[in-house]
């Protein structure tokens, strides 16, 4: 690890390597969009539409940058990124960092409160799994926790919309909000709409995290430290959430970051069947449609998420981690 | 995902874990004997479940047990192939780097810094588009993706095991890379590549089920994945035909925490240190 | 012991951050609801459920908008109608001469945009011209209509040449006003407020993207009078199953995809909710059907297509996938309510046995008895291009089963849209499976001829027959304008399609609409497909009010 280097050469270097990372990163986003068989320019025209003459086609091709060699477009679209142009969206008929910023705040709306709810849910569930271990408390967590991290998660939102949204009424069948609504109202509605979606995506990425907070505790369980604390006769549950989950949260941190990318796009099944206009059905509907500018912005704006993650959780260790201070 | 051995320290875990996942193959393997109708075979749609078909049939009269039988297979098939295909592909890419420090070592490491920050679900979405539906194909686009946390875990194993006294000494001795591999470092990272290999097979399960789900799998093979695409896009969930939806959801997650189960359990007999790596 | 108090201090700290990020995440969402004005209670509001992918209101770039705003905001010249006849709406009358080289509409009075601005000649003269030069799939235009001069309410076209197929080409344009759009040098990124300004019986009173949802109120000024239904809402879902949940569930009232068919599998679960009825009418288009590729071997042979269209069990697949809603087509292709359908060809039949002997007759025999006949000693395993929907598979699953029944291999290419599209240019097939919508059968010489023309290109059509005998009979129909001599060359076309053989519909269908009980009166409209469409505004009550 780079921790024995003087701080600010290990956070250039660091930078350095992403940057590399990034650049290459770019370069794929735009080649392997175009891998794809299939045309652009022949989807916006629509079912019936009949192509007519080539020069037509070749219009539209000119108008949407997809014009002359493909090196030639690559080093027009190096440009662009150079200069913060992501491009136009062929399907969206707009820019495409406004069709991002649109649907990335819907996925950020779901994923940071389920990633902050999961981590408290699993850190008190395995917190006190771990302290009562091998009790009936910690069988059944583990047991709940377990089962929730092994179900196809779409599987189960399609079975909690069914029961939850149609046979019960209690939530909405999809969507972010019913429209017409403004002000507290509007809140309201999208609070209503996020249960089912948020409620799953919570508990399955508490699910994950459980695992890594209850190993944790068990691993300081009988530590001198810990021991001492006991004996100045603090409470159990003063002891438990004083050192054992402090201890915990490295890693928690560590395991969050390194699942946010995966978390950011993972949804996707989720966000189509709760017809959630995330990042998920974004791109689901940008592949089918080989709308390559909205493929190119969305996953350089993922792979940005998660170096920033990355760095971040590199750098909240250092901070968290007693060993290393 | 490698903590839980405690809770399920006592064998009834593992041995569980392992009598499921004995179960499912040897239902995968016996398919062709023991699924009471050929799942291929139509006939009149939506039927309840009932003597002649345990679990009723499908939208065009399929019997949905047999399909649950058969879908084993594929699921099975590609889980094991693709984990066996990425497994492999790290532990070389692992090796490889962790041997050669140098350029090569910086580009192996390059590439799977790239390929951990790549969205992983619409990139196989898009590459499954590029390759066209079959099973290899799935098989192929899961396990060429899936290669560089595996790659990771043991290059970090290999550098430890590198810098470890014994074997500086027996270099000093003159003993050659290659005899340092065998005798030294692939004992260690076995059992890293073993329960690697059985989380792999659980990630690439639920992989084909999403891929198939969404219409990428090859359409006339059976499995699991592409059961619920029928039960969703042809009436099973809004017509709350739970015999049609509910098995092969279950069949999945029951297989994913089998697999589960047996990692913690792997994990648990092999090298301590093994922990700190994976939590990595 | 210090760094443990100082960690015991911070964990307050941790934990107000948590609750920061939190609020943090709550302040993403977006606040700007969208507006909507409150009722008045009395109003009738229709909620419309549909599953298109709808992303701006713009017309011209958004394909699916475009349809929505042709029977909502815009109003076309002429409409199909009930009885699959021109029927007057901007034009009052019109008039084609004898050599079909001109076209002269009469466009109504009184008309107005919904700006308040008079519709007049011009503006139809200025759209018509506008579509030719700069929308891009109205590109045909520019090989076929020279000038259009105004006359007083008449607007007259002088084609370059003769084009008899043009009233139907109308029936999906619609007018634009020229005060807005003169000035807009490319219509797809045109953003202006003013783009959703049309004539009809609708105004888009707002689209929120977000919620998923169009709300257009009936235009007071409507110069047909005003609709019966105040209020309509379409409500976008992503998937169909989301979709019959809240039509069951009462968040909708009705069902609308343009040419799309209501699934049959999705009709049990709304017979149980109890309040849904259903009209039904037949379907115009083909919704599966199989085309050969031309240019391979040995799809190329009459004989060999012949054999296929034999080896097809259409009964099981009229019961199976379309759930005995399907009924057994004829050679002919196109279904039996088309203006001039030719009701002496005779139905498709399934007779395995006179599949075999033209196969056997072709040389193509099972020499090696492995089940897959041979030709020139290569097995016979053709490729099916198919486009990955759910019912589309299924079909094709069966149409696997009977061609290999007698001995023919396939193999299922199954590809999306895009994929399907780009393989199907390339004729990279031997065989693939399509759907005809209502207004593509309808499209160029009609009678389905629009997707075998080999001559034309369009992203759903085939273009694999370029018989010169074929072809003509496409150019003759095209040139007149004649109701009698059209009659006579759609019957030949048919007849055509029969010889020839391009494409085998598979089955021909009784499309459901589902709709709330209450409702009554609906039309049912062929080229937009279903209940919802221009001619339920004047016609549809709702019971109680």
């Given at each position: 690890?780079?921790?024995?280097?003087?701080?600010?050469?290990?956070?250039?270097?660091?930078?350095?390597?992403?940057?590399?990372?990034?650049?290459?990163?770019?370069?794929?986003?735009?080649?392997?969009?175009?891998?794809?068989?299939?045309?652009?320019?022949?989807?916006?025209?629509?079912?019936?539409?009949?192509?007519?003459?080539?020069?037509?086609?070749?219009?539209?091709?000119?108008?949407?940058?997809?014009?002359?060699?493909?090196?030639?477009?690559?080093?027009?679209?190096?440009?662009?990124?150079?200069?913060?142009?992501?491009?136009?969206?062929?399907?969206?008929?707009?820019?495409?960092?406004?069709?991002?910023?649109?649907?990335?705040?819907?996925?950020?709306?779901?994923?940071?409160?389920?990633?902050?709810?999961?981590?408290?849910?699993?850190?008190?569930?395995?917190?006190?799994?771990?302290?009562?271990?091998?009790?009936?408390?910690?069988?059944?967590?583990?047991?709940?926790?377990?089962?929730?991290?092994?179900?196809?998660?779409?599987?189960?939102?399609?079975?909690?919309?069914?029961?939850?949204?149609?046979?019960?009424?209690?939530?909405?069948?999809?969507?972010?909000?019913?429209?017409?609504?403004?002000?507290?109202?509007?809140?309201?509605?999208?609070?209503?709409?996020?249960?089912?979606?948020?409620?799953?995506?919570?508990?399955?990425?508490?699910?994950?995290?459980?695992?890594?907070?209850?190993?944790?505790?068990?691993?300081?369980?009988?530590?001198?430290?810990?021991?001492?604390?006991?004996?100045?006769?603090?409470?159990?549950?003063?002891?438990?959430?004083?050192?054992?989950?402090?201890?915990?949260?490295?890693?928690?941190?560590?395991?969050?970051?390194?699942?946010?990318?995966?978390?950011?796009?993972?949804?996707?099944?989720?966000?189509?069947?709760?017809?959630?206009?995330?990042?998920?059905?974004?791109?689901?509907?940008?592949?089918?449609?080989?709308?390559?500018?909205?493929?190119?912005?969305?996953?350089?704006?993922?792979?940005?998420?998660?170096?920033?993650?990355?760095?971040?959780?590199?750098?909240?260790?250092?901070?968290?981690?007693?060993?290393?201070? | 995902?490698?903590?839980?051995?405690?809770?399920?320290?006592?064998?009834?875990?593992?041995?569980?874990?392992?009598?499921?996942?004995?179960?499912?193959?040897?239902?995968?393997?016996?398919?062709?004997?023991?699924?009471?109708?050929?799942?291929?075979?139509?006939?009149?749609?939506?039927?309840?479940?009932?003597?002649?078909?345990?679990?009723?049939?499908?939208?065009?009269?399929?019997?949905?047990?047999?399909?649950?039988?058969?879908?084993?297979?594929?699921?099975?098939?590609?889980?094991?192939?693709?984990?066996?295909?990425?497994?492999?592909?790290?532990?070389?890419?692992?090796?490889?780097?962790?041997?050669?420090?140098?350029?090569?070592?910086?580009?192996?490491?390059?590439?799977?810094?790239?390929?951990?920050?790549?969205?992983?679900?619409?990139?196989?979405?898009?590459?499954?588009?590029?390759?066209?539906?079959?099973?290899?194909?799935?098989?192929?686009?899961?396990?060429?993706?899936?290669?560089?946390?595996?790659?990771?875990?043991?290059?970090?194993?290999?550098?430890?095991?590198?810098?470890?006294?014994?074997?500086?000494?027996?270099?000093?001795?003159?003993?050659?890379?290659?005899?340092?591999?065998?005798?030294?470092?692939?004992?260690?990272?076995?059992?890293?590549?073993?329960?690697?290999?059985?989380?792999?097979?659980?990630?690439?399960?639920?992989?084909?089920?999403?891929?198939?789900?969404?219409?990428?799998?090859?359409?006339?093979?059976?499995?699991?994945?592409?059961?619920?695409?029928?039960?969703?896009?042809?009436?099973?969930?809004?017509?709350?035909?739970?015999?049609?939806?509910?098995?092969?959801?279950?069949?999945?997650?029951?297989?994913?925490?089998?697999?589960?189960?047996?990692?913690?359990?792997?994990?648990?007999?092999?090298?301590?240190?093994?922990?700190?790596?994976?939590?990595? | 012991?210090?760094?443990?108090?100082?960690?015991?201090?911070?964990?307050?700290?941790?934990?107000?951050?948590?609750?920061?990020?939190?609020?943090?995440?709550?302040?993403?969402?977006?606040?700007?609801?969208c507006g909507g004005s409150e009722e008045s209670?009395?109003d009738v509001v229709?909620?419309?459920?549909?599953?298109?992918?709808?992303?701006t209101t713009n017309k011209f770039?958004?394909?699916?908008y475009g349809?929505l705003s042709g029977m909502t905001t815009h109003d076309s010249l002429i409409k199909?109608?009930?009885?699959?006849?021109?029927?007057p709406w901007l034009a009052t009358?019109?008039?084609?001469?004898?050599?079909?080289?001109?076209?002269?509409f009469t466009i109504a009075e009184d008309v107005k945009w919904h700006d308040g601005t008079p519709l007049t000649p011009e503006d139809v003269r200025f759209s018509i011209e506008y579509h030719?030069?700069?929308?891009?799939?109205?590109?045909?235009?520019?090989?076929?209509?020279?000038?259009v001069?105004v006359?007083g309410q008449d607007v007259?076209?002088?084609?370059?040449?003769?084009?008899?197929?043009?009233?139907?080409?109308?029936?999906?344009y619609q007018p634009i006003p020229k005060h807005i759009w003169e000035n807009v040098?490319?219509p797809?990124?045109y953003d202006g407020e003013d783009r959703i300004v049309g004539s009809g019986p609708y105004k888009l009173e707002s689209w929120?993207?977000?919620?998923?949802?169009f709300t257009f109120v009936a235009n007071e000024d409507y110069f047909q009078g005003k609709p019966n239904v105040d209020k309509l809402v379409v409500?976008?879902?992503?998937?169909?199953?989301?979709?019959?949940?809240?039509?069951?569930?009462?968040?909708?009232?009705?069902?609308?995809?343009?040419?799309?068919?209501?699934?049959?599998?999705?009709?049990?679960?709304?017979?149980?909710?109890?309040?849904?009825?259903?009209?039904?009418?037949?379907?115009?288009?083909?919704?599966?059907?199989?085309?050969?590729?031309?240019?391979?071997?040995?799809?190329?042979?009459?004989?060999?297509?012949?054999?296929?269209?034999?080896?097809?069990?259409?009964?099981?697949?009229?019961?199976?996938?379309?759930?005995?809603?399907?009924?057994?087509?004829?050679?002919?292709?196109?279904?039996?309510?088309?203006?001039?359908?030719?009701?002496?060809?005779?139905?498709?039949?399934?007779?395995?046995?006179?599949?075999?002997?033209?196969?056997?007759?072709?040389?193509?025999?099972?020499?090696?008895?492995?089940?897959?006949?041979?030709?020139?000693?290569?097995?016979?395993?053709?490729?099916?291009?198919?486009?990955?929907?759910?019912?589309?598979?299924?079909?094709?699953?069966?149409?696997?089963?009977?061609?290999?029944?007698?001995?023919?291999?396939?193999?299922?290419?199954?590809?999306?849209?895009?994929?399907?599209?780009?393989?199907?240019?390339?004729?990279?097939?031997?065989?693939?499976?399509?759907?005809?919508?209502?207004?593509?059968?309808?499209?160029?010489?009609?009678?389905?001829?629009?997707?075998?023309?080999?001559?034309?290109?369009?992203?759903?059509?085939?273009?694999?027959?370029?018989?010169?005998?074929?072809?003509?009979?496409?150019?003759?129909?095209?040139?007149?304008?004649?109701?009698?001599?059209?009659?006579?060359?759609?019957?030949?076309?048919?007849?055509?399609?029969?010889?020839?053989?391009?494409?085998?519909?598979?089955?021909?269908?009784?499309?459901?609409?589902?709709?709330?009980?209450?409702?009554?009166?609906?039309?049912?409209?062929?080229?937009?497909?279903?209940?919802?469409?221009s001619?339920?505004w004047s016609?549809?009550?709702?019971?109680?009010?």
């Amino acid at each position: 690890m780079e921790r024995h280097q003087h701080p600010a050469a290990a956070v250039a270097s660091k930078a350095v390597r992403y940057l590399i990372v990034l650049f290459v990163i770019i370069s794929l986003n735009f080649l392997l969009p175009r891998l794809m068989p299939g045309d652009p320019v022949m989807n916006v025209l629509g079912e019936e539409a009949y192509y007519g003459s080539p020069e037509v086609l070749e219009e539209l091709k000119a108008e949407w940058g997809l014009d002359g060699p493909l090196y030639v477009q690559y080093f027009r679209y190096l440009g662009n990124y150079l200069k913060g142009d992501w491009g136009h969206s062929f399907l969206c008929m707009r820019p495409v960092s406004e069709a991002i910023g649109l649907h990335l705040r819907w996925t950020l709306a779901l994923v940071l409160p389920a990633i902050i709810l999961g981590a408290l849910l699993a850190a008190i569930a395995g917190a006190l799994a771990a302290w009562y271990r091998k009790s009936k408390l910690d069988i059944g967590f583990s047991a709940t926790f377990l089962s929730f991290y092994s179900m196809p998660h779409y599987w189960l939102a399609m079975v909690l919309l069914f029961v939850f949204g149609f046979l019960l009424g209690w939530f909405p069948l999809g969507k972010v909000t019913s429209g017409d609504t403004t002000g507290l109202a509007y809140v309201v509605d999208v609070g209503w709409h996020m249960v089912l979606p948020l409620g799953l995506l919570t508990v399955s990425k508490a699910a994950y995290d459980f695992l890594v907070v209850r190993n944790s505790v068990i691993s300081i369980y009988g530590e001198d430290y810990v021991l001492m604390a006991q004996a100045k006769g603090l409470s159990q549950m003063a002891v438990l959430f004083k050192h054992a989950v402090r201890n915990a949260l490295a890693p928690l941190v560590t395991v969050t970051a390194i699942q946010f990318g995966a978390i950011l796009s993972g949804t996707l099944m989720i966000e189509i069947v709760f017809s959630w206009p995330g990042m998920g059905t974004m791109i689901y509907e940008a592949i089918g449609a080989r709308d390559y500018p909205v493929l190119q912005g969305a996953f350089f704006i993922i792979a940005v998420c998660m170096l920033v993650a990355n760095f971040i959780a590199d750098m909240v260790y250092v901070w968290l981690d007693p060993r290393t201070r | 995902m490698a903590r839980l051995r405690q809770v399920m320290q006592g064998n009834k875990a593992r041995w569980a874990g392992i009598a499921m996942l004995v179960l499912f193959i040897l239902c995968a393997m016996l398919a062709p004997w023991i699924a009471p109708l050929d799942p291929w075979e139509f006939g009149p749609a939506f039927l309840r479940p009932s003597t002649t078909n345990l679990l009723g049939t499908n939208d065009v009269g399929q019997d949905i047990f047999s399909e649950l039988l058969y879908g084993a297979r594929n699921s099975l098939l590609v889980g094991f192939a693709a984990a066996l295909l990425s497994v492999s592909l790290g532990a070389i890419v692992g090796l490889v780097a962790g041997f050669r420090k140098g350029i090569l070592d910086d580009l192996l490491m390059g590439a799977t810094d790239v390929f951990l920050v790549m969205p992983m679900l619409p990139l196989a979405i898009l590459v499954s588009v590029y390759l066209g539906p079959s099973i290899w194909n799935l098989t192929l686009v899961i396990g060429l993706l899936w290669w560089p946390s595996t790659a990771r875990v043991i290059r970090s194993q290999v550098l430890s095991i590198r810098e470890s006294g014994y074997v500086e000494s027996a270099r000093a001795l003159g003993a050659s890379d290659l005899w340092i591999m065998r005798r030294h470092v692939l004992p260690n990272v076995v059992p890293l590549l073993m329960a690697k290999f059985v989380l792999t097979v659980a990630v690439a399960m639920l992989m084909e089920a999403s891929l198939s789900f969404l219409g990428l799998g090859d359409p006339i093979a059976k499995s699991w994945g592409m059961m619920l695409r029928y039960a969703f896009l042809r009436g099973g969930f809004v017509g709350g035909l739970w015999w049609w939806y509910a098995p092969p959801g279950l069949a999945i997650g029951l297989c994913i925490l089998s697999l589960t189960l047996i990692s913690f359990s792997i994990e648990e007999k092999s090298d301590p240190r093994l922990k700190r790596v994976l939590e990595r | 012991m210090s760094k443990r108090v100082s960690v015991g201090r911070r964990l307050p700290t941790l934990i107000i951050g948590l609750i920061l990020a939190i609020l943090l995440a709550a302040s993403v969402l977006p606040l700007a609801g969208c507006g909507g004005s409150e009722e008045s209670g009395e109003d009738v509001v229709l909620k419309v459920g549909s599953t298109k992918s709808y992303k701006t209101t713009n017309k011209f770039s958004d394909y699916w908008y475009g349809i929505l705003s042709g029977m909502t905001t815009h109003d076309s010249l002429i409409k199909l109608g009930t009885d699959m006849k021109p029927v007057p709406w901007l034009a009052t009358a019109w008039e084609v001469s004898a050599d079909s080289q001109q076209f002269t509409f009469t466009i109504a009075e009184d008309v107005k945009w919904h700006d308040g601005t008079p519709l007049t000649p011009e503006d139809v003269r200025f759209s018509i011209e506008y579509h030719r030069d700069k929308v891009a799939n109205s590109a045909w235009m520019k090989d076929v209509i020279d000038n259009v001069q105004v006359d007083g309410q008449d607007v007259i076209l002088n084609l370059k040449k003769p084009y008899g197929n043009l009233l139907t080409e109308f029936m999906t344009y619609q007018p634009i006003p020229k005060h807005i759009w003169e000035n807009v040098d490319d219509p797809n990124t045109y953003d202006g407020e003013d783009r959703i300004v049309g004539s009809g019986p609708y105004k888009l009173e707002s689209w929120d993207e977000t919620a998923g949802k169009f709300t257009f109120v009936a235009n007071e000024d409507y110069f047909q009078g005003k609709p019966n239904v105040d209020k309509l809402v379409v409500e976008v879902f992503k998937n169909m199953d989301a979709l019959v949940m809240a039509l069951s569930t009462g968040d909708i009232d009705t069902w609308w995809d343009y040419s799309g068919e209501f699934p049959y599998t999705h009709v049990p679960a709304l017979i149980k909710s109890g309040d849904i009825e259903f009209a039904s009418a037949t379907f115009l288009g083909v919704p599966a059907a199989l085309g050969f590729n031309f240019d391979r071997s040995p799809t190329d042979q009459l004989a060999f297509r012949q054999a296929v269209a034999k080896a097809i069990n259409y009964t099981e697949i009229a019961s199976l996938v379309f759930y005995s809603y399907g009924t057994v087509p004829t050679y002919g292709f196109v279904p039996s309510t088309h203006p001039n359908f030719n009701d002496s060809i005779p139905s498709l039949e399934y007779d395995t046995a006179a599949a075999a002997s033209l196969l056997d007759s072709l040389g193509m025999t099972d020499s090696d008895s492995n089940g897959t006949r041979e030709s020139g000693g290569q097995e016979i395993v053709l490729d099916l291009l198919v486009q990955n929907t759910a019912t589309n598979i299924r079909c094709s699953e069966l149409v696997k089963q009977y061609l290999e029944a007698v001995g023919i291999g396939i193999h299922i290419v199954s590809v999306d849209s895009s994929t399907w599209v780009a393989k199907k240019d390339a004729m990279e097939y031997d065989m693939v499976f399509f759907r005809a919508t209502p207004w593509g059968t309808l499209m160029h010489a009609g009678e389905g001829s629009g997707y075998f023309d080999s001559r034309r290109t369009g992203q759903g059509v085939l273009h694999n027959l370029s018989i010169q005998e074929y072809l003509d009979a496409c150019d003759a129909r095209l040139n007149t304008g004649n109701a009698d001599e059209q009659r006579v060359l759609d019957l030949q076309l048919q007849d055509l399609h029969e010889e020839y053989l391009p494409g085998l519909a598979l089955v021909w269908i009784e499309s459901v609409y589902p709709y709330r009980e209450g409702w009554n009166g609906w039309v049912i409209d062929h080229i937009y497909g279903g209940v919802v469409n221009s001619f339920s505004w004047s016609t549809v009550t709702k019971a109680g009010n």
